[in-house]
């Protein structure tokens, strides 16, 4: 792959293709920093945030950023945390979008 994951877009899942083996996960994992794919079905990161504000700012610029790729992740936030899992939910597993937008939060949205 000549270009990084956070350059490329997003593509929209309309169903109907497996998601990623076991092979592929660990190529696209090796790309990412602290990210961990769950049970083979999801990516999933936790940061860390010195307050509240800061880990709610967080969240807004991941869902500005979700918003413009189409992609929604999970956020669960709490005072000084936030949570992100992402899947593909048309077809229950990993896609090459999801680790595409797990690089884009790392590169666009961290402080």
């Known amino acids: 792959m000549t270009d990084t994951l956070s350059q490329r877009t997003c593509e929209p899942c309309g169903g109907g293709v497996p ?3 076991a092979d592929r996960l660990s190529a696209l994992l090796a790309q990412l920093e602290t990210w961990v794919v769950e049970r083979g079905h999801h990516l999933s990161r936790t940061y860390e945030f010195p307050d509240f ?3 709610l700012a967080f969240v807004n610029r991941v869902g500005e950023l979700a918003e ?3 992609h929604h992740p999970d956020l669960y936030l709490t005072w000084g ?3 992100v899992e992402i899947w593909t939910h048309k077809v229950d597993g990993l896609t090459e979008s999801d680790f595409i937008l ?3 939060i790392d590169d666009q949205c961290r402080i």
Do not use: N
Request: aromatic fraction near 0%.
């Open 19 to 21: 998601p990623l083996d």
């Open 53 to 55: 504000r800061q880990a």
């Open 68 to 70: 413009r790729e189409g």
């Open 81 to 83: 945390k936030v949570r």
């Open 102 to 104: 797990a690089a884009k």
